[in-house]
C-alpha cells in the first residue's frame, strides 16, 4: 500500500475535500483520512437536506472570531461566485431565498457528490473507516508522519479539516483539538452556536403552551442584535433569530426580545384609542400578534382595558413587554442540536493566506475546526470552501 503523500487531510467533510481537490488540481498526492464510514455527512444533513452552500452576501462582519480579520484574506480570494461557477458547471439548480442565501433545488446531496468527482478528477485518495492512532512531527522535508490502524502514512503538508463538535450524530469529535494541542496551539474554548435556547423553569410554565408559534421578532443580546423568525417551542425559544443570537450569548447574560419590530406599539394604540377608544387593548394586540401570545406577555386586565380608560403606566406596560421582553436563558440545547461550534483552534496562530501554522511549519488547519463561526445563512459553508482553496492553494 502506498504509503507516501504529499498532503494529508484529516476529515472527510465541506473543507477537507474541497482541500484536496484543490491541491490535487495542482499535482499533489493527496490522501484524505476519515474515521467516518462515509464522506461529507454533515454536508447531507445541512438546510434541510437542501444545503444552504453560500450567501451572496458574504463578508467579515458575518463571522465570529478572536481574529476578527482573519477571513478577510481567503474570503477576497475564493468568493461565493466562484462557488457558484463551481455549481453550475455541474448543472446543480439552486434557488435564491431571502438574505442572499443559497440551496440546492433538489438535494444537497448535489453538492457531496460534486466534491466527490473533483476529487476523483485530481486523483485524491480517500479512507474513510480510518482510524488514526498517532501523528508525529518528522524533520522538516520529511513533514509528518501519521499511524492509523491498518498503515504509516507520511507527508510533509498535513491538514486538519475535522470540524467543531456540534452534532455528534454526524460524526463530529474534538479529534482536531486534540491534534493542535498535541502541537502546543492554543484551542478557543469551544460552545455551541447556531442553538436554541432552553428557558428558566417559571418561564418554561408560561411559553410551553405557546410551542409552535412563530412570529417575527427583533433578539438582542450584548451589543448585537437580529431580525428574523422568531420559534417557541416546548423547550424553550429557537428559530433563526434564535440561532443567530445564540452564537453571541453568554451565559447568564439576558437577551432582549422585540416582538412586533416592525410597528410602533405606542402609535398603533393612541391612533385606535383616537378612532375607537371603546375596543379593548387586546383586540388591537390581536390584529398584529397571536393571541396566545398576547395573552402570555399581558396580564388579563390590561388586555381587557379600554382604550380610552389606559393609562400612562398601562400604554408604557404594553410597549415595554411587546417591544423590550428581556429574559435570561436558563441555556442552550447544546451541541446535539448546535448548527456550529463557536471557538476552536486559535485563528491567531496561523497564516490568513495559506492557513499554515505560524509555529509549526506544514501544519494546516482550516474550515470549521477553526475559531472563526459565520452566521445562520450560508456563512459557514462559504468560510469551508474559501479556507480550503486558500490551503489547497499552498500545501
Known sequence: MKTEYDVVIIGAGASGLMCAAQAGKRGRRVKV???????????????????????????????????????????????????????????????????????????????????????????????????????????PARGFRVRTSG???????????TGGVSMPVSGATPFGYKVAGQFGVPVVQPRPGLVPFTVQPADKTVLAPLAGISVKARVSTGSVSFKEQLLFTHRGLSGPVIL????????????????????????????????RPKRHVKSVLAKHLPMRLVQARLDETLLNCPLHSLSRQGLKQVINEI???????????????????????????????????????????????????????????????SSAWAAGQAV
Not at 498503515?151 to 479539516?161: D, E, G, H, R, W
Not at 483552534?345 to 509555529?359: L, Q, Y
Open 151 to 161: 498503515v504509516s502514512i507520511n507527508a510533509p503538508s498535513l491538514v486538519i479539516a
Open 323 to 385: 417591544h423590550a421582553w428581556n429574559i435570561q436563558p436558563g441555556g442552550t440545547e447544546g451541541y446535539r442540536t448546535a448548527e456550529v461550534t463557536v471557538g476552536g483552534i486559535d485563528c491567531r496562530r496561523f497564516s490568513s493566506k495559506t492557513m499554515e501554522s505560524r509555529g509549526v511549519p506544514g501544519l494546516y488547519a482550516i474550515g470549521e475546526v477553526l475559531d472563526v463561526t459565520g452566521w445562520l445563512g450560508g456563512y459557514n459553508f462559504q468560510w469551508a470552501w
Open 33 to 139: 483520512l476519515d474515521h467516518g464510514p462515509k464522506p461529507g455527512r454533515k454536508i447531507l444533513m445541512s438546510g434541510g437536506g437542501r444545503c444552504n452552500f453560500t450567501n451572496r452576501r458574504v463578508s467579515a462582519r458575518n463571522y465570529i472570531s478572536s481574529n476578527p480579520h482573519f477571513v478577510k484574506s481567503a474570503l477576497s480570494r475564493y468568493r461565493p461566485e466562484d462557488f457558484i461557477d463551481l455549481v453550475r458547471q455541474y448543472g446543480i439548480r439552486f434557488s435564491e431565498r431571502e438574505h442572499g442565501r443559497l440551496f440546492c433545488a433538489s438535494s444537497a446531496g448535489q453538492i457531496l457528490d460534486m466534491l466527490l468527482a473533483e476529487c476523483r478528477k485530481s486523483g485524491v485518495s480517500l479512507a474513510p473507516k480510518t482510524s488514526i492512532t498517532g501523528i508525529e512531527k518528522q524533520t
Open 244 to 275: 443567530q443570537a445564540s452564537s453571541y450569548w453568554q451565559s447568564g447574560a439576558p437577551v432582549v426580545i422585540d416582538l412586533f419590530p416592525d410597528g410602533n406599539m405606542e402609535e398603533l394604540l393612541e391612533t385606535a384609542r383616537r378612532s
